[in-house]
C-alpha cells in the first residue's frame, strides 16, 4: 500500500504561481511514474503532468511552458510548479504514482486562481 499526502493549493489571483507536494509512504520501493491530474465538477479528471522514475517529464499541451514537474526519489515526494496561473486552471490537483502495476490517487487539493 501507498499513501500519498498533497499540499500547498489555495487561492491565487491570475498570474500567480502555485507549488504542489505530494509525499509518498508506505511501499514506495517500486514506485515508477508520478504525476498530477486535476477535475472540476461535472467533468472527467484530466492528466496535467507526468515524470518517469529517471526524471522525463510530460505535459497536457494546456500547461505546457507553465508548469513544471519534478520530483526527488529520495523523500519520494513529486512537486508541481504552477506560474502564470488562469481561471481556468481552477480545480482540484491529485496526486498519483504508479506502483509495480497499480496506481495510486492522493485525496486532493484545492486550486483557485481568481481573475
Known amino acids: 500500500q501507498v499513501q500519498l499526502v498533497e499540499s500547498g493549493g489555495g487561492l491565487v489571483q491570475a498570474g500567480g504561481s502555485l507549488r504542489l507536494s505530494c509525499a509518498a509512504s508506505?511501499?514506495?520501493?517500486?514506485?515508477?511514474?508520478m504525476g498530477w491530474g486535476r477535475q472540476t465538477p461535472g467533468t472527467q479528471r484530466e492528466l496535467v503532468a507526468g515524470i518517469s522514475s529517471g526524471g522525463s517529464p510530460n505535459y497536457a499541451d494546456s500547461v505546457k511552458g507553465r508548469f513544471t514537474i519534478s520530483r526527488d526519489n529520495a523523500k519520494n515526494t513529486v512537486y508541481l510548479q504552477m506560474n502564470s496561473l488562469k481561471p481556468e486552471d481552477t480545480a482540484v490537483y491529485y496526486c498519483?504514482?504508479?506502483?509495480?502495476?497499480?496506481?495510486?490517487w492522493g485525496q486532493g487539493t484545492q486550486v483557485t486562481v481568481s481573475s
Open positions: 508506505g511501499t514506495t520501493l517500486g514506485i515508477r511514474d
Open positions: 498519483f504514482v504508479v506502483h509495480v502495476n497499480r496506481e495510486y
